[in-house]
């Protein structure tokens, strides 16, 4: 089984940056895909962006398309999340999440292990 851990998450200004880390320990081997879902207060949990892990293509959502890159260390088995220009409406806890067999990259059900989460906060 796969343990991924979230870290990086504060509180930033409006127009701000913010690089959110996922380290994933234990069967790393099994790996398929990296995603980063994020859930604010009273709303379901969304999709932001995902990496595939052997060829490294990348998906976002359209809310933070252009703003957010996602990217790997496969050595260190460790995805970042770097968010630019960063909104008010980014504000949320941000969630790792891993799987070893994504069919749906934007779905939850297809990633088998999730981090505790971070939380980010943007003041205007």
């Known amino acids: 089984q796969v343990q991924p851990v979230e870290s990086g998450g504060g509180l930033v200004q409006a127009g701000g940056s913010l690089r959110l880390s996922c380290a994933a320990s234990?069967?790393?081997?099994?790996?398929?895909?990296v995603a980063w879902f994020r859930q604010a207060p009273g709303k379901e949990r969304e999709f932001v962006a995902a990496?595939?892990?052997?060829?490294?293509?990348?998906y976002f959502s359209d809310s933070v398309k252009g703003r957010f890159i996602i990217s790997r260390d496969n050595a260190q088995n460790t995805v970042y999340l770097q968010m630019n220009s960063l909104k008010p409406d980014d504000t949320a806890v941000y969630y790792c999440?891993?799987?070893?067999?994504?069919?749906?990259?934007?779905?939850?059900?297809?990633?088998?292990?999730w981090g505790p989460g971070t939380e980010v906060t943007v003041s205007s």
């Open positions: 990496i595939e892990w052997s060829r490294g293509v990348t």
């Open positions: 234990g069967r790393t081997f099994n790996i398929n895909a």
């Open positions: 999440a891993v799987g070893s067999r994504v069919h749906w990259i934007y779905e939850r059900s297809s990633y088998d292990a």
